[in-house]
């Protein structure tokens, strides 16, 4: 029996039709005022949003975790946007395709330009292979790999900082 599931939700595995699984991140930015929720950009002087306004329209100096003496605070409405990332912004997608012509399955994640991925395949050798018939080969990014999808810089062995 093999599985398949995407956040907790199973998927089907049916191999007679295309078995990938793609999930996309639709968030359009990185940050987001957690007062007001608009979408925020960096800018010089602060954080904007989308009209360009540094200025938040829910600002509460009361919610503010940086304002240490209210009384010195910005008046309600005309404080600072106060950003946080959004979750998971930093991803472009991620895919699960299970090949059984090639008895292997890949996961790809993209972090930067959407037209590539790391990837990630764990396939069966066929068993009437010379050598290592029947066993698992797991093919993993590595530094100095041609064409990546981000250079990878070692931080021990099995686990790379991402450039």
Not at 23 to 47: F, H, I, K, P, Q
Not at 98 to 122: K, L, M, N
Not at 141 to 162: C, D, K, N, R, S
């Amino acid at each position: 029996m093999f599985v398949l599931s995407a956040n907790g939700e199973m998927i089907s595995t049916d191999f007679d039709n295309d078995s990938s699984v793609i999930t996309e991140n639709a968030d359009d930015t990185e940050w987001r005022c957690e007062a007001c929720g608009e979408s925020l950009s960096e800018e010089s002087d602060g954080y904007a949003d989308e009209s360009g306004s540094l200025i938040c329209d829910a600002y509460d100096p009361y919610d503010d975790p940086g304002i240490d003496d209210v009384e010195a605070a910005p008046d309600f409405r005309e404080g600072p946007h106060r950003p946080h990332r959004v979750p998971l912004s930093w991803a472009n997608s991620a895919a699960i395709h299970a090949d059984p012509d090639e008895d292997s399955i890949t996961v790809t994640i993209s972090v930067g330009d959407p037209r590539g991925a790391f990837a990630v395949t764990v396939r069966r050798i066929p068993d009437d292979a010379e050598t290592n018939g029947g066993r698992l080969i797991m093919h993993t990014p590595y530094p100095g790999e041609p064409m990546p999808h981000a250079a990878l810089t070692t931080a021990h062995t099995g686990t790379y900082w991402v450039d």
